[in-house]
T-cell receptor, first 111, second 115 residues
Framework: GNSVTQMEGPVTLSEEAFLTINCTYT??????LFWYVQYPGEGLQLLLK?????DKGSNKGFEATYRKETTSFHLEKGSVQVSDSAVYFC??????????FGTGTRLQVFP | DAGVIQSPRHEVTEMGQEVTLRCKPI?????LFWYRQTMMRGLELLIY????????DSGMPEDRFSAKMPNASFSTLKIQPSEPRDSAVYFC?????????????FGAGSRLTVL
């Protein structure tokens, strides 16, 4: 069945460091891929998405490219800020209305 | 739009009591989802509705849990009787399902503590 695998956290970085959070997926065909972010005490919010192979989603300095050949959708940011500290969820949807989430990766950014 | 509205934001109750969580989805959205989030189990989909009809309730833990969507603007998740292991944050989310859509908007969550 469809599934999403994320790197385990926490990821701990200093401000202005480069961020990568790995995400790979298992699905037949071409799912749509998403990154959601959850700030402390809040619900999840859509960060970015990509709906077909080689698409790049971007928002707030974050980017992720839909790589069909490696079934990956890694999240990157060139320079993180303390305010980026949150839990990041990779997700996919394919052939159903049901969004399948990864387990989440906690990012902690220190000044 | 005010977004997805959940109530209560916090609920503390004693074991055995009935708990009802409420959700108002975004107007025009035709799918509604209930999720549960705990440290141990992460984010779990409990049930989802499309056009007010339950489509997949395979994530509902047991018969103590029930969910209803009497109309397009309101849904409830009920736990009766509640148990301490039900303590979690319960999220409601809605979306408009269709080509190019399927982006979920989440509510702020209802934090349930069962003593």
């Amino acid at each position: 069945g469809n599934s999403v695998t994320q790197m385990e956290g926490p990821v701990t970085l200093s401000e202005e460091a480069f961020l990568t959070i790995n995400c790979t997926y298992t699905a037949t065909g071409y799912p749509s891929l998403f990154w959601y972010v959850q700030y402390p005490g809040e619900g999840l919010q859509l960060l970015l998405k990509a709906t077909k192979a080689d698409d790049k989603g971007s928002n707030k300095g974050f980017e992720a490219t839909y790589r069909k050949e490696t079934t990956s959708f890694h999240l990157e940011k060139g320079s993180v800020q303390v305010s980026d500290s949150a839990v990041y969820f990779c997700a996919l949807i394919h052939n159903t209305d049901k969004l399948i989430f990864g387990t989440g990766t906690r990012l902690q950014v220190f000044p | 739009d005010a977004g997805v509205i959940q109530s209560p934001r916090h609920e503390v109750t004693e074991m055995g009591q009935e708990v009802t969580l409420r959700c108002k989805p975004i107007s025009g959205h035709n799918s509604l989802f209930w999720y549960r989030q705990t440290m141990m189990r992460g984010l779990e989909l409990l049930i989802y509705f499309n056009n007010n009809v339950p489509i997949d309730d395979s994530g509902m833990p047991e018969d103590r849990f029930s969910a209803k969507m009497p109309n397009a603007s309101f849904s409830t998740l009920k736990i009766q009787p509640s148990e301490p292991r039900d303590s979690a944050v319960y999220f409601c989310a809605s979306s408009f399902t269709g080509p190019g859509a399927n982006v979920l908007t989440f509510g702020a969550g209802s934090r349930l503590t069962v003593l």
